[in-house]
């Protein structure tokens, strides 16, 4: 099974910052990755597909790269509405698996 | 618009069962995986179960084999979670997903359903 782990766990940033967030995968998964951002309370909703595929109606200060084992999500220009939880899922086999978390939160 | 809305959930004892469903609309069942993903209070998402569109292949994280069974009903367009010999590590909120398509990512997702499992 390939496990999935992201790093940091826990980001602070202000708005207008920069941030990347990075997820690995135990082995190589191409670049069938997805980001999702979740807020409290709700369920996830997806972000960039295909490791850098923006997916319609997603900010363009949100963007994706990478492949085979290491990816990372950068935000430019963070905005209040962006400080949530972000979750990277590869969908190269089953089972499906997500990275840990990463909660962006302000400083 | 796609819409996923769960049932089903609640309280249940260690040991019992539970089935989940997940009622669909907006867009042609039958032609696309759906999945379950759960979340334990305060933690990161799991991904459970899938199943294809005509039902005949189905998916299971290793926690949750043997003990839970995903079907579908494509005349009702209706997901389902069979649940059983709960365990209390299974208390999470369960959301059913739908997937973009075959061997691709969830693209949409169910408000979620909270299970509970306690004596």
């Known amino acids: 099974d390939i496990q999935m782990t992201q790093s940091p766990s826990t980001l602070s940033a202000s708005v207008g910052d920069r941030v990347t967030i990075t997820c690995r995968a135990s082995q190589s998964i191409r670049s069938w990755l997805a980001w999702y951002q979740q807020k409290p309370g709700k369920a996830p909703i997806i972000l960039i597909s295909?490791?850098?595929n923006l997916e319609s109606g997603v900010p363009s200060r949100f963007s994706g790269s990478g492949s085979g084992t290491e990816f990372t999500l950068t935000i430019t220009s963070l905005q209040p509405d962006d400080f949530a939880t972000y979750y990277c899922q590869q969908y190269d086999s089953y089972p499906r698996s997500f990275g840990q978390g990463t909660k962006l939160e302000i400083k | 618009d796609v819409q996923l809305l769960e049932s089903g959930g609640g309280l249940v004892q260690p040991g019992g069962s539970l089935r989940l469903s997940c009622a669909a609309s907006g867009f042609t069942f039958r032609n696309y995986v759906m999945s379950w993903v759960r979340q334990a209070p305060g933690k990161g998402l799991e991904w459970v179960s899938a199943?294809?569109?005509?039902?005949?292949?189905?998916y299971y994280a290793h926690s949750v084999k043997g003990r839970f069974t995903i079907s579908r009903d494509n005349s009702k367009n209706t997901l389902y979670l069979q649940m059983n010999s709960l365990r209390a590590e299974d208390t999470a909120v369960y959301y059913c997903?739908?997937?973009?398509?075959?061997?691709?990512?969830?693209?949409?997702w169910g408000q979620g359903n909270l299970v509970a499992v306690s004596s």
């Open positions: 295909e490791a850098s």
């Open positions: 199943v294809s569109g005509s039902g005949d292949q189905t």
């Open positions: 997903a739908k997937d973009r398509g075959w061997n691709l990512f969830i693209d949409y």
